[in-house]
């Protein structure tokens, strides 16, 4: 479970395939403040909490349930390109890969959608409902 909300709105869904979402960081953002001082710009790690947050909904609605918590397991082949900062409109694309053994495996990617536009991070991420975990 995350404190962090990052999706805004889901445009594109299609069951145990892909999702797309966005997220606005509005310069607000509490994390903001430490990172950096004159240079404010979204984590990385952050991203990756986002990216997340796109494959956890895409299993919880097609599997048609939103009680499901999923824990980020792995992040293999990660990417990380522009900088995300303040005011940033991102655009969250995830796409289902595999299912096996109690984990599924993603491609994501996370776009820039104003200036400069460009991949902000691209990753495979390795989920695991958290009862499989505990």
Known sequence: MSVFGFIDKVTEFTKGDQLTAYY??????????????????????LLLEMAKQAAAALLRLSDSSDKRYYRLTGAEEARFGQFVKP???????????????????????????????????SAHLVLAPVDALS
């Open 87 to 121: 005011e940033s409109r991102l655009k969250i694309s995830v796409r289902l890969l595999k299912r096996e053994a109690g984990t599924d495996l993603f491609d994501g990617h996370i776009d820039l959608m104003d200036p400069p536009f460009g991949k902000a991070l």
């Open 24 to 45: 606005t960081l509005t310069g607000k953002e509490e994390f903001l403040k430490d990172h950096f001082k004159n240079f404010p710009v979204m984590p990385g790690v």
